[in-house]
C-alpha cells in the first residue's frame, strides 16, 4: 500500500509569496492532519481534518494558514503570504481514525528568504 | 506548560546497551500513549502503542505505562547504532486521533 504522500518535498519561497503545499493520504484513511516541525517549537498542529471535515485550525495559524481536502484523497495547505519565520518541515499524516496509529509522510521543507 | 513532557533531551548509548527514555503528561484526559521514531529526512514512523497499565513489549522495545502518574517510558535493549534517532512521545484523549506530541529525545547509539 502506498503510504502518505507529500510534495514537493523542498519548496524555496521569498517573503510574501503563496505557496500550496500538496499531501496524498493513505487509501481509506479518515482522519488528516497537517504538522509543523521546527527545532524550536518541535511538532505544532496546524489542522485537523475528519472525514473531510474541518475539525481544528490551530488558531495562532489561523491568519495565513488555509488547509483544505478536496477530497478524500487530496489535500492541500496554502501559506500566504509567507513570512521568514514560517521556514520548517510541514508534516501530513493521515489515519484511520480514533485511536489508530497516525502515519506521516516525509514532509515538505520549506525556506522563506 | 506544555501538555507532553519528554526527558531527557538527548541521550548516547552505547552499541548493545540499554536506552531509556522517559514522558510524562500534566493532562488527566489523556487516555492514549505512542512513540514515534523520526530519522533524519523522514516524517515520523509509530513505534508501538500502549493503552493499559502495564508493560508492552515488540522485540528490543518495552513501553510502561503508569496512568495514576500519567508516566509512560521505552525501554530499547541491546541497542543498534540504526536506532540512533528522534524519539517522540505522543499522546491523545479518547474519541479523537488528535495527538499531542512532547518535544522529543535525540538518541544516539555509539557502535
Known amino acids: 500500500d502506498a503510504g502518505v504522500t507529500q510534495t514537493p518535498r523542498h519548496e524555496v519561497a521569498e517573503k510574501g509569496q503563496t505557496i500550496i503545499l500538496k499531501c496524498e493520504p493513505v487509501s481509506g484513511h479518515n482522519d488528516l492532519f497537517w504538522y509543523r516541525q521546527t527545532k524550536i517549537q518541535g511538532l505544532e498542529l496546524l489542522s485537523y481534518f475528519r472525514s473531510k471535515s474541518l475539525m481544528e485550525d490551530g488558531g495562532a495559524f489561523k491568519d495565513r494558514f488555509k488547509a483544505e481536502m478536496l477530497n478524500s484523497s487530496f489535500s492541500t495547505l496554502k501559506i500566504q503570504p509567507t513570512e521568514p519565520k514560517d521556514s520548517a518541515v510541514y508534516l501530513c499524516?493521515?489515519?484511520?481514525?480514533?485511536?489508530?496509529?497516525?502515519?506521516f509522510g516525509s514532509g515538505t521543507r520549506l525556506t522563506v528568504l | 506548560q506544555q501538555k507532553v513532557q519528554q526527558s531527557p533531551e538527548s541521550l548516547s548509548v552505547p552499541e548493545g546497551g540499554m536506552a531509556s527514555l522517559n514522558c510524562t503528561s500534566s493532562?488527566?484526559?489523556?487516555?492514549y500513549f505512542w512513540w514515534y521514531r523520526q530519522h533524519s529526512g523522514e516524517g515520523p514512523k509509530a513505534l508501538m502503542s500502549i493503552f493499559s497499565d502495564g508493560d508492552k513489549k515488540e522485540g528490543r522495545f518495552t513501553a510502561h505505562l503508569n496512568k495514576a502518574s500519567l508516566h509512560v517510558s521505552l525501554h530499547i535493549r541491546d541497542s543498534q547504532p540504526s536506532d540512533s534517532a528522534l524519539y517522540f512521545c505522543a499522546a491523545s484523549e479518547a474519541n479523537t486521533g488528535k495527538l499531542t506530541f512532547g518535544d522529543g529525545t535525540v538518541l544516539t547509539v555509539k557502535p
Open positions: 499524516a493521515s489515519s484511520l481514525g480514533g485511536a489508530e496509529t497516525l502515519y
Open positions: 493532562d488527566r484526559n489523556f487516555q
